[in-house]
C-alpha cells in the first residue's frame, strides 16, 4: 500500500533486508520530551519498532510502540513522566522487527538532558 504520493521511483525492500538508517533524539529543555528521529530502507511490508529508554544505570524511563508505520522517515515526541529521578546518561534503544521475524534489527544511542536553564 503507498501512501502520501511516495515518489514510485524509490527502491522498496522486503521484510528481510530493512534496516535502520539513522535514530536521533533531541531532548527539551523542560526534561519532559524527547524528540525521536528515525529512517528505516524503504519497506515493502511495514514493520514494528520498539523504543526503549533507560538511564545509565539500566533503569527503566519510558518505551514507545510504533505497529506498522506507513512511511519509513517517523519523528515522534516521547515523554518521561518522571525526569526529576533521570540523571545522566540515558539510553534509547530502538528494536525493528516483523511479527513472524522477531529480531530484524536493532541500534541505540546516548544523550543526556540538558540543563534547565534558572531565570
Known amino acids: 500500500m503507498d501512501y ?3 515518489d514510485p521511483n524509490i527502491k522498496k525492500l522486503p521484510p528481510e533486508e530493512i534496516r535502520f538508517i539513522s535514530l536521533q ?6 526534561r519532559q520530551r524527547i524528540r525521536i528521529r528515525l529512517e528505516l530502507t524503504p519497506f515493502q511490508q511495514s514493520p514494528c519498532i ?3 529508554l533507560s538511564d545509565s ?5 519510558s518505551s514507545v510502540s510504533i505497529i506498522e508505520p506507513p512511511l519509513w522517515k517517523q ?5 518521561v513522566r518522571n525526569s526529576s ?5 540515558l539510553s534509547l534503544i530502538a528494536r525493528l522487527f516483523y511479527p513472524e521475524r522477531e529480531n530484524q534489527d536493532k ?5 543526556k538532558f540538558p540543563v534547565k536553564s534558572i531565570e
Open 50 to 52: 520498539e523504543l526503549n
Open 107 to 111: 541500534c541505540s544511542i546516548q544523550f
Open 85 to 89: 529521578l533521570v540523571n545522566g546518561e
Open 75 to 79: 519523528e515522534l515526541i516521547m515523554h
Open 57 to 61: 544505570e539500566g533503569n527503566f524511563i
Open 25 to 30: 533524539a533531541e531532548p527539551f529543555e523542560d
Open 4 to 6: 502520501f504520493n511516495i
